[in-house]
């Protein structure tokens, strides 16, 4: 049995000054149109303790090894209060709240380096509606903190077209894009799986943030009745089917290699940081060789997660787990 075999420490692609030099950010004098036409908006999300934030993601990169004052945290002035793609309609229990994908509220887009966040649909979709009134702020600090973890994910811009006015490769976090994988069928790498990260991490850093920072848009009463509410409730969670496959996934190289859950876990995170290719051959044979199939190919392009996560969790019966120890002890 190989043991405390880190999977996951494999340099990222370097990030040349050229490219962080063409990330814009919102110029301010558009900033200052928003802040005009909503200025709700403004209002609470300059209450958010960005100190506190910035520092959780700072602790992040730094056990990632990535010195903390290089991250691309975002802060208030690189959001802007409109979604950057058309939300679909989707009925659900909350009425109007799931008519919006989840790309719907927010969004962030690594060629300008801008978040995104729907709040005219959030302010919709709660402002009229006693019940969940109270959950606006929430809602808007959940997809904020979604959409910053995208943003402190590794992101790379390479081969920048200058006809197109784009970039041809791209890779944030564990998603990889490029125009050459559009030509053979696919636009997104990846994708889900790194949602599942993204959200999985996100939940965690929001919770901590509600326990432990300093924001005067919520009081004790109401975080705790948020924290209640939100073991209940899946309306203000994303990519359930997602962070799944990454809690099986988690599940299945801990119980092959023995290192505990918490620490494969780690190491999933720091691959988000560190801009881990999943692509890489090396990578590819070593998850084939624990889990016996091609999986990361499968991940990388899976639509139905559910499904995936089912073949998933056969691999992990006891059988298997017996398989892959006798393999290694010979
Ligand atoms: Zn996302």
Redesign the pocket.
Known sequence: MKEGREIFRRPGHPESKEDLAKREGVPLEMQQRFREVYPEFYQIIEKFDFPYLKERYGDIARRSGINPRTINFLGANNFIPVPQRPARQIPGRLGRMMRYTQEGRGSYDLDTNVGHINWPMMREMHGNKEEIQWLLPFHLLRTFI?EET?AVSKGVCTAFDEEAGKYREKQTGYEQWSTADRERGGEYFFKRFD?GV??KLSQEILLDYLKNARDSNFDVTSVVRFLEWHKENPELKSYVNEIKMVEVFTKLISKVTSVPEEVVWQGIVRGLFEGENLKNQEIKDLVEEIVGFDLLEEMSTVRDTEELVQKLEKKISPTFIDRIKLLYSR
């Open positions: 979604h995208h949602e993204v959200e």
